[in-house]
Nanobody, 116 residues
Framework: QVQLVQSGGGLVQPGGSLRLSCVAS????????IGWFRQVSGKEREEVSC????????NYADSVKGRFTISRDNAKKTVFLQMNRLKPEDTAVYYC?????????WGQGTQVTVSS
């Protein structure tokens, strides 16, 4: 059974940092891409960062460049999103997503709230 299980998130003051984790299980072949999306209530889900395993390419949304970093621990099958210098506009539910064999698989989502 394919599964993405997220952890991390919570409440942080502006300028603070958080790290999200996403543990992948059940993928019998390497994923095509894995990354992070976020969604604010009433708005479309937007891509934050994505790592393409074949070419080793990493993309970031313009709004998070220089503040967020995606990384992975292949041995632990875990992807991280380190979020620094957080802003109130980063407040959203964050989702881990894997693109595998033509289908998308999502984590359960985790709330990140940036507020003083």
């Amino acid at each position: 059974q394919v599964q993405l299980v997220q952890s991390g998130g919570g409440l942080v003051q502006p300028g603070g940092s958080l790290r999200l984790s996403c543990v992948a299980s059940g993928f019998t072949q390497p994923v095509y891409a894995i990354g992070w999306f976020r969604q604010v209530s009433g708005k479309e889900r937007e891509e934050v960062s994505c790592y393409y395993t074949g070419g080793g390419i990493t993309n970031y949304a313009d709004s998070v460049k220089g503040r967020f970093t995606i990384s992975r621990d292949n041995a632990k099958k875990t992807v991280f999103l380190q979020m620094n210098r957080l802003k109130p506009e980063d407040t959203a539910v964050y989702y881990c997503k894997a693109d595998w064999l033509g289908s998308d698989y999502w984590g359960q989502g985790t709330q990140v709230t940036v507020s003083s």
